[in-house]
């Protein structure tokens, strides 16, 4: 594929609808402007685990204008994302979007003089590692999608621009019930265990899902591949034409593609053993079922949300959306999503804004001193909990590899959908 | 079947008797009372024409775009059609691939297999519960009563009735809890959830309704008188539906058929929570390469899958001519 060959004929879909459709949108578009007020709100994208009533609120409680959220699917906020950058001033996106992205300048480039906290942003993504001596990782890792010039091309180190502000992020790995698997899990490789035939559940994301399955073939010593995160057509193929026999022998259980899903396999009983995000086995432990968080030896697999500014933003919009981002970082946003489970760019802010029983229970990796409750306010901890996978500093220091989209995305996407349908 | 109409009837819902032609005329065709037709036809023209003819030409203006890795370019190509038909290796005899079907072909097939196959299952299974509230259910307002109980299902959203079979068929469920306190089987059987078995289930479960109505609707026409008449004749009940009731209650099955055809080819939730996502549906592929914003070949299987559904109802509509049962 041609990259960004022809980028003056690029047409948006936006763009191309709002031609077909005629002057009776442009007619309104125009009229807009004319009511601009102060209070006039900015409008942010992004997935429901960011998008959220109470974190808006709260924004333009403490910036003095309004947030107009709106939440999507992953797909649904990747397309808007790039291909309707007049509809936001700013994406709550991800990093592994930024191959797409950053060539196609449909974010502009942020001034880090511009981000007050710039300075406490830790150094996960402006080094890729959080402490020194961590490993970097495979794929997408977000040191690598970071540094741009001010025309917003990628620079090869630190320099004054950034693509977009790091924000929250998190490791994933495999969950499991031990009184199904009778073991602790401490490798990816016992994804394709004979003892859990017919047990075991895979996220259906092909992006996603081939990067642990594929973790679990290496960890098995049954392939080697290159990079995880960017696979040959030839390393693509030895992994699915293995998990199609796998499918065949009935090893899959599901293949899950929601938060809500996976938690349901896991109550249910369905599976002992899958792909699962942190925040889901914490959910599964609150109805009352055993769920293990797995620390695996091969390392986990990261995922770095992304505060970013649409490259329409200008004047007072772009104040705004510099504001909204710094509102970000301020630490309040920060320690609302800690009670999800996800960390957050800023962990010194965060830490102002949490007490010390949260701050030791899901950053410290202590056991829990008292009942903690979610975001909203209802009990999720019980009191002597320990957040499994360890601390912060101890599940990033060894991620794998991050997810990613693959240069051969389509290729993948396609044997994905011969697996499923073998 | 026009001479139906001349006949009295004590059916359900039979034909109504023929008014005088003249007061026909007189009613409909009178110029100067009401809406001229081009009004009243003008709110429906234009709804349609906005959500349903433009999104449609622009699916297959799309379609000829050109994905790149970062989103779609104005450039037209006719490469996603060809990445539809055509396996890497095709035309090459040396190839592995050599003449063998594409991947989204064979998922257009599993989709057009499984709706058949649903199809097949909701005929047998709603047909014999339309021909009791028809045929056995004398009084209408038991008629009515247990239809309506058919619909229950409907009065809870669509996503709770898919979600609702985990309980039921899972590990856990109440089946296997059954099973293994009768001491039937000692360990769960996991054939009835997340397998084709709980899929077809489901399936039939969410869609029969669409198919009993309609020839609930098509039995009831039937004049009852045809039915004694053929009694009379010394016709056996088998006769009587060889020769009377089935042909008249084809168009009920051709009408549902093309409902539960056209809800089915266009599935992919079911696929997703009762089969836990072990199939590919070309609603799936869809979505995957809608999630990748690969709108081009998105477009491309949205439109194989219009054209297969329009295939397929016009085989339905050849093999009963609805018009002239109506």
Redesign the interface.
Known sequence: MAKNKKTSSKVSRRQFVGGAAGAVAASSVVGFPAIVSAADPIRAIGLGVSIINEIQSRAAKDIGFGIRGQALGYGALFGKTLNQNDQYEVSECYFDMFDAMVPSKVFQPIDTKRIRDWDKVSNLVKTGMLTPGSQIGQGDAPVTKLWVDKDGNPTDGPSRYISAVPAAHNADSLGYNPDDTGRAIDSWGELYSPDFKGKVALINVPQVGVMDAAMGMEALGLAKFGDKGDMTRAEIDTLIEFLIVKKKEGHFRAFWETFGQSVNLMVSGEVALQSMWSPAVTAVNAEGVKCVYASPKEGMRGWHGALAISAKASGKKLDQAYEYINWWLDGWAGAFVARQGYYFSTPANTQKHLPKADWDFWYEGKPASMELNDPFGTPLIAKGAVRDGGSYEQRFKKIAVWNSIMKENDYLVKRWTEFLGA | MTEVRETHHSGLIGSQPVPDETVIRAKIINPEEGFSTGWLIAPATIWLFLILV?PLA?II??SFFK?????????LTTHSYA?FFITEGFFDSESNSFLKLS??I??LG?TIYFTLLTMILCLIVGYPIAYFLAMQVQQFKWQLALFLLCMVPFWTSYLIRA?AW??ML???GLINQALLSMGIVDKPV?FL??SEFGYMMALVQIYVVLGIGPIFFSLAKIDKAFLEAAVDMGATPFQIFREIIGPMSLPGVAIGMIFIFVMIMGEFATA??VY?????TTG??I?????????P?AAVNALMLMVAMIVGIVIILRVVDIRKEL
């Open positions: 433009v622009a203006v799309f994905s790149t890795p970062h989103g779609m370019v104005f450039e990445e991947v989204f064979k998922t599993a979600v985990l309980p899972g590990r856990r996991s959830f997340y997703v929570v836990g996502g072990k199939t590919s799936t592929v979505l995957n390469y809608y999630g990748i914003a690969n709108y070949f």
